[in-house]
Each structure stands twice: as C-alpha cells, then as structure tokens.
C-alpha cells in the first residue's frame, strides 16, 4: 500500500512517528501551516516558524527518506490582531519560492469573527496574486456550517479564485456536498477529537465518491493519529473496496490536487 500524508504537523511529532509512516507505506507528507497552541507574540516568531517549515524539518524528514513538503499562512486562530496578521502575511512572499512550498495555508475561519474574514480574504488575494495553492480550515463543530459558507463565499467573490486549486479541508456530512457542488476539493480529516473516525470517513466516501477528496490525519500536538490514514485503507478493505479504489483515495487523489504545484514533485517519478 502506498499513500500520501497531505495534512499533518510534523513539528509537532517525534522521529518515531516519521519512521511508523514510511514502514506504513507514506510516500510524502505535506505539512500546513498551524497554531502552535499557544499565540505567538510578534512576527519575529512566524519567521523562525517559516524557517522551521521550509528548512529544519525537511532535513528531518530526509533521514527517514520522507519528502516533506509545506504550506504558509497565519492560521485563524491568530487572525485578531490585525496589525500583527499585516506583519505576517508581509514575511510570507519572500518564502513562497522555496522548494517544498506547495502554496497558502492552512488558512480559513475559526470563530467566523469579521477580523478573521479579514485575514482570509487577505490569504487569498496573496495566493492568487502568486498563483498558489489553497488549503482551507473549516471551523469546528457547531461553527462549521456557517463558516463553510462563508469560506466558500470569500473564495468565490475573488474573480481570480481557480476552486479546482482550492483544498477545503475537514469537511463533515452537511458541509461536502457545498463544497464538491462549487468544484473544490474536498479533505476528511480523521482525528478523535472533534472530526472523524475511519468507519465515519468511509462511510462518507461511500456516499460521495472519491473524486475530489483526499484523507488526511491533521496530527499535532493534541490527541491525534499520524497513522490514521493507512488505518482507514484497512476500514475500506474490510468493507470489500478494491486496491484500485485505496489508491485512488489515498494516493493518486492528493497525488493529483498537489501536482498542480511545480514544487510537489517525487523521487519515484524523476
């Protein structure tokens, strides 16, 4: 079995957890972007953030034989302080041309607040302006219908916005369906706190298909699976889907959206 990891924080997790997803089949792990836990205070923190995710962890990665592969943003959680999302977004150009950049996030709303909208209507105009990929996050739980709708709407009011180089990511049962029905992507998140198991994930592709849809693990710092997704592969075997279909979904889907970017290019295919 081989899969792609399009969603997880790898600086988050230890060497350990590199070596259990290249013995599980990982292929290449795309990492976005994320809140650290805690809000950094000044843009000098994004900085070594971004160098961290551009530099020192593909240099990790690499001893494991792991492409490693990244995205840039200020996440929403930090979008309220505009002044200092301003100084972010300003740093973010200068590393967009590095070789694992593969575009603009995880950006998106977490609390639907107007700063937020903001911001991501900021990120967006920044990953148009340079031709970037979009990775979205939706925001939790009671918050996400409203939140997907107003993503959806800021993507749509720019006239640049290409919905087949945008990634909407943890997408539930009510929200991928508006998200497919616009000609985005569309990312199930399988994480045991507040987003979904791999009997609920296959039960969604099963009702949706598997165009336009990748799984990811979204690992971090909290409780979470960087294994989720090779796990999920044996909930659809278990089910009777094909080989053919496992690696549709967990490979040639993110495999295909990711191409898009110059950046995303594998060993095998060189």
Request: proline share 6%; hydrophobic share 40%; net charge negative.
């Amino acid at each position: 079995m081989r899969y792609i990891e399009p969603h997880g924080h790898m600086v988050s997790r230890t060497t350990d957890d590199y070596l259990a997803m290249v013995t599980a089949g990982c292929k290449a792990v795309c990492e976005p972007a994320f809140w650290a836990g805690f809000d950094r205070r000044s843009a000098e923190g994004f900085y070594d953030y971004f160098c961290q995710l551009t530099e020192h962890e593909p240099k990790r990665a690499a001893k494991f034989g792991l492409p490693h592969f990244s995205w840039l943003c200020l996440n929403p959680k930090e979008s309220e302080d505009l002044a200092l999302a301003a100084d972010v977004l300003a740093l973010i150009p200068d590393f967009l041309d590095r070789p694992n950049v593969l575009g603009i996030g995880e950006i998106g709303l977490n609390k639907n607040t107007a700063n937020e909208l903001k911001v991501l209507e900021q990120h967006i105009d920044l990953a148009v302006s340079r031709d970037q990929l979009i990775l979205v996050h939706t925001p939790h739980l009671e918050d996400k219908l409203k939140g997907t709708k107003l993503i959806i709407d800021a993507l749509l009011n720019h006239s640049g916005t290409r919905p087949e180089r945008v990634i909407i990511d943890h997408v539930e049962e009510h929200t991928a369906p508006l998200v497919l029905d616009k000609g985005f992507w569309a990312g199930i998140t399988l994480y045991p706190e507040s987003k979904c198991t791999p009997p609920r994930a296959v039960d969604m592709l099963e009702t949706l298909g598997a165009d336009r849809i990748w799984l990811n693990c979204a690992c971090d710092w909290g409780v979470s699976d960087p294994l989720a997704v090779p796990k999920t592969a044996l909930e659809m075997k278990r089910r009777g889907h094909s080989g053919d279909f496992v690696d549709q979904v967990l490979y040639r889907n993110p495999h295909r959206f990711l191409s898009q970017s110059p950046n995303f290019r594998l060993q095998e295919e060189t």
